[in-house]
């Protein structure tokens, strides 16, 4: 697959790192070009730096901004008419202390608004930087994203994605379920961050046999 990242952080970085090594072509976009190329060059396994304006030449593109810095950047893609575009945000108030929007609406949705011409899907946002930076995987086991959206096809995709690079994926239907997963998300900075229980805790379900 042909993907874009937008944001050159820690969770960019880490998705980068796993998609190049799931055999696909990524690139790094940013406001500051100089820093998605010094992230690409980090990384190397053949990962690009282009500036944001250039990210709606993929196929796929990730949304690794703050939640508050989501608009922005998709504004500054052109608006990625067509293009399904994974939200990994959540929208955390600025202490950590809860979400900042939930219940009748979430993050993905209200991109969703935002971007009414992309195929946005939510994946990813459970999963610590940590993690991703160990390979994908949380206490010795590949790590669960969730993925969410109301497009069959690109919520197969994201998880095809997923798992080719070593994720665990379970599809959790529409989009609207990220009310329920960005939730799942402010739970797990709780207990790995304000607990101390650290960032190998990760949420999971198991399927009975």
Known sequence: MDI???????????????????????????????KAEAAARDIGS?????AVVDAADADIVVLAVPYDGAAEAIDAAG?????????????MKADYS????GHTTS????????????????????????VLQNGGKAGGRAATTFVASDDADARALVIELARSAGFEATDTGSLATARFL?????????LGYGLGHGTDIAPTWQRAA
């Open 182 to 190: 960005e939730p799942v998300a402010a739970l797990n900075i709780t």
């Open 46 to 50: 053949g990962v690009a730096a282009v």
């Open 79 to 91: 608006g990625l008419p067509g293009k399904v575009v994974v939200d990994i945000t959540n929208p």
């Open 98 to 101: 809860g979400l900042s929007i």
């Open 4 to 34: 874009s990242i937008i944001g050159a952080g820690h969770m960019g970085k880490g998705l980068a790192a796993l998609f190049a090594k799931g055999g696909h072509r990524v690139t790094l976009a940013a406001r500051d070009v100089a």
């Open 107 to 130: 993050a993905a949705e209200e991109i969703q608004k935002h971007a009414p011409q992309a195929r946005v899907v939510k994946a990813f946002n459970t999963i610590f930087a940590q």
